[in-house]
């Protein structure tokens, strides 16, 4: 696939390899029939090849899903009734410049680990949550603390575009982040019976 580029380049997109090439416009391929192989034909100059690796894709500077809490806006949860966690699942686009080309680079979560911070196994899910009633990530916690916070590991797979043209790429490999809520206090709900206004029998 040939599409035109900055500076008189073009585009090559190809299939089979997540790369891209970038090459002048009059030495793009075409479907027109071979010239004679017996002719002399000037040299045709090398293809520039700009590829993202999944090294260049983890020192972007993602930003870290934020993690938020139900109760919201509280300092502290209940034992024994669930603590909702949820996120947000946006992609990210973010530019860079490969070669000297302009290149964006849209990073997509696939995969949430939500860590509770009292020693139960993390809470791994391809969603980022909802709020409540319809929350999908939850924890009920089994005893008192003074404090737990929510940390939130969140996996990327990546996609680049070469000068804001043709289709996105996938690129090899993963990109992590991570993230932590607020603290928040665990607190026991005692109940107890108390006498109430005594009705009137008259």
Same mark, same amino acid.
């Given at each position: 696939?040939?599409?035109?580029?900055?500076?008189?380049?073009? &585009?090559?997109?190809?299939?089979?390899?997540?790369?891209?090439?970038?090459?002048?416009?009059?030495?793009?391929?075409?479907?027109? !029939?071979?010239?004679?192989?017996?002719?002399?034909?000037?040299?045709?100059? !090398?293809?520039?090849?700009?590829?993202?690796?999944?090294?260049?894709?983890?020192?972007? %500077?993602?930003?870290?899903?934020?993690?938020?809490?139900?109760?919201?806006?509280?300092?502290?949860?209940?034992?024994?009734?669930?603590?909702?966690?949820? *996120?947000?699942?946006?992609?990210?686009?973010?530019?860079?410049?490969?070669?000297?080309?302009?290149?964006?680079?849209?990073?997509?979560?696939?995969?949430?680990?939500?860590?509770?911070?009292?020693?139960?196994?993390?809470?791994?899910?391809?969603?980022?949550?909802? %709020?409540?009633?319809?929350? *999908?990530?939850?924890?009920?916690?089994?005893? &008192?603390?003074?404090?737990?916070?929510?940390?939130?590991?969140?996996?990327?797979?990546?996609?680049?575009?070469?000068?804001?043209?043709?289709?996105?790429?996938?690129?090899?490999?993963?990109?992590?982040?991570?993230?932590?809520?607020?603290?928040?206090?665990?607190?026991?709900?005692?109940?107890?019976?108390?006498?109430?206004?005594?009705?009137?029998?008259?």
């Amino acid at each position: 696939m040939s599409i035109d580029g900055p500076d008189g380049m073009c &585009v090559v997109t190809d299939d089979a390899a997540p790369v891209a090439g970038l090459v002048p416009c009059d030495d793009r391929p075409t479907d027109e !029939e071979p010239v004679d192989a017996d002719e002399e034909q000037p040299d045709a100059p !090398e293809p520039v090849i700009i590829s993202v690796s999944a090294s260049d894709f983890v020192e972007l %500077p993602l930003v870290p899903a934020q993690v938020r809490v139900q109760p919201e806006g509280q300092s502290w949860t209940v034992v024994n009734l669930d603590t909702i966690a949820y *996120t947000s699942g946006e992609a990210q686009v973010l530019s860079t410049q490969v070669l000297g080309f302009d290149v964006a680079v849209r990073a997509t979560p696939v995969e949430f680990a939500w860590d509770f911070g009292d020693g139960s196994d993390p809470v791994v899910t391809s969603d980022p949550g909802l %709020p409540f009633p319809d929350h *999908t990530v939850a924890h009920a916690y089994s005893a &008192v603390a003074e404090e737990r916070r929510v940390s939130l590991t969140t996996t990327w797979v990546g996609e680049f575009q070469v000068a804001g043209q043709g289709p996105w790429i996938p690129i090899a490999g993963t990109a992590q982040t991570t993230s932590v809520s607020d603290p928040f206090e665990v607190l026991e709900v005692r109940t107890r019976l108390v006498p109430g206004p005594q009705a009137d029998r008259n």
